[in-house]
């Protein structure tokens, strides 16, 4: 008999919007506190300062109303779990226009603050069903919403790095999709059932090809907390420098993913 065919995880819309608004909400909280100098300092994002970072996070969140401004595709033509490894495509536009927004913003609470509000209206007046076109080909908006939430954990974290005792929180839906997106993810890409990589208290998936347990402990197990889980995910952390310092632990002779992270960059 074959193995069941997995079931696409989904995800509610109301909890999405509440957590994407509610991670916004924390960012802009943090940012309007910022000094000149604080937003001078340089981030672990290649030559971007703070500033370009915040900027960013607001083009993250405006990229819906970008792509409500297209035309709507004919058909949606990829799925939630194409974005994770379309980002890259993009970066040298991103990076150029990350640039242009913070030198044309120079009130980054005022530009986020706007960002919210436009969100919020084009949450407000198109359905979930809208068809959008993106960078990983055509999404239902509540998909592509989902999306902002790792947008918007991944920078957060990216912040709090820049500037240690910020402390920005990380919604618990905002940080539980993120978690859940990036390990499906890794799921897709490897697929199998010889692996379990858990993130409690969020995920849990299977995945590289080898043999199948059914029942009992399985032979192959890699656990780590949320935060390092996305970090690995998104290449912020290497590997071999998470197994080192105990941020995650591994057993079993197909439960090294070095070979399968970053998911994105």
Not at 138 to 158: G, K
Not at 236 to 243: G, I, P
Request: some cysteine; hydrophobic content about 45%; aromatic content about 4%.
């Amino acid at each position: 008999m074959p193995p069941a065919k997995k079931r696409t995880r989904t995800y509610d819309p109301a909890r999405i919007r509440t957590a994407v608004l509610a991670q916004l909400g924390n960012v802009r909280q943090a940012v309007r506190t910022l000094t000149p100098e604080q937003l001078a300092l340089p981030t672990r994002l290649a030559d971007w300062s703070v500033r370009e970072l915040v900027a960013h996070i607001g083009m993250a969140v405006t990229a819906i109303g970008r792509s409500l401004d297209l035309p709507e595709p004919a058909r949606p033509d990829a799925s939630l779990l194409d974005w994770p490894f379309a980002t890259s495509a993009n970066s040298s536009a991103i990076d150029e226009s990350t640039r242009r927004l913070a030198r044309d913003h120079p009130d980054l609470d005022a530009y986020l603050a706007d960002a919210e509000r436009g969100l919020i209206r084009q949450l407000d007046a198109h359905p979930g069903t809208r068809l959008l076109a993106t960078n990983a080909g055509a999404l239902p908006l509540a998909d592509y919403l989902v999306t902002r939430t790792v947008e918007l954990v991944v920078h957060t974290d990216d912040l709090n790095a820049a500037l240690p005792g910020l402390d920005i929180p990380c919604d618990r839906q905002a940080l539980a999709t993120a978690t859940r997106l990036l390990a499906d993810a890794l799921a897709a890409k490897a697929p199998g059932g010889s692996t379990e990589v858990r993130v409690p208290p969020f995920a849990v998936v299977q995945c590289v090809e080898g043999p199948r347990h059914t029942r009992g402990t399985p032979p192959n197990v890699v656990e780590t907390d949320p935060l390092t889980w996305i970090r690995l995910a998104t290449g912020r952390v290497a590997w071999r420098d998470a197994v080192q310092d105990a941020k995650v632990s591994a057993s079993g002779e197909r439960a090294d993913l070095a070979g399968l992270l970053p998911i994105m960059a």
